[in-house]
């Protein structure tokens, strides 16, 4: 158990969120449920490969080594000596168990293994992502997909204005005769072009909002509709943040 959360907050670490980490740790030291997707997003960081290394390697002897203690452990015993042995297994399981699920002894074991794990592996880049973003407070990362109805195609985002509902694109995905390409940060004077998938952040409702907008006259009320809701909502965080 201790192994394998030193495993989870090292992932964590490399900017996996807890729940993702903890299940590819615990997958990886088992060896089961480590689902192809999933790993394979996982191995193609260097530094989560080697933290998925080790987790295997440990586990394949850990897991053996425990059952052969526990055989040995109650081997050529007496009744009296094996029920003892048994009763001390018992409560010490309960005693782990009740420490691992402790919220308390984990933020304390989180910090102290972070610290560990910071000055032991400068490479792990400490970074909560959803934290960071304010995924949890209504705010989202979506991707879009432009069709020729859209009411984003062949604009600038400047005429856009999407950063006035609250929204900003983070990047366009774009296909061309030579592949697919990766816009980062667009400018201004950027053109959305139908078959673009931008990548957006902003408020969860003003992204589907969005993403369902079409050109016209009626994509234009729901524009100035979601710009007045904007300023609402920004009018509203100001006033809880001074509170």
């Given amino acids: ?86 009763s001390i297994l018992g409560l010490s399981l309960i005693l782990l168990y009740l420490i691992f699920t402790s919220k308390r002894i984990e933020r304390w074991m989180r910090r102290w293994i972070k610290r560990f794990l910071a000055r032991a592996f400068p490479e792990l880049r400490v970074y909560d992502y959803s934290q960071l973003l304010g995924i949890t407070k209504g705010y989202s990362i979506s991707q879009i997909r432009v069709k020729r109805n859209s009411w984003l195609a062949n604009k600038t985002l400047r005429e856009l204005e999407l950063d006035k509902e609250g929204i900003l694109v983070l990047g366009i995905y774009r296909k061309t005769e030579k592949g697919e390409v990766y816009l980062g940060a667009p400018k201004g004077d950027t053109v959305i072009l139908p078959g673009d998938l931008l990548i957006c952040y902003g408020p969860e409702e003003a992204l589907i909002n969005l993403s369902e907008r079409l050109k016209g006259s009626k994509g234009e009320r729901e524009h100035e509709e979601a710009i007045k809701k904007a300023e609402l909502r920004r009018t509203e965080e100001e006033i809880m943040a001074n509170t």
């Fill in 1 to 86: 158990m201790i192994i394998v959360r030193i495993g989870a907050i090292a992932l964590e670490m490399t900017g996996l969120s807890r729940d993702i980490a903890a299940f590819q740790a615990q997958s990886a030291f088992s060896g089961t449920g480590f689902t192809t997707s999933e790993s394979e997003y996982v191995v193609s960081h260097p530094v989560r490969r080697k933290i998925i290394r080790v987790l295997i390697f440990l586990g394949s002897a850990g897991i053996t080594s425990a059952i052969a203690t526990l055989v040995m452990a109650f081997a050529g015993k007496s009744r009296n000596e094996t029920i003892t042995s048994i």
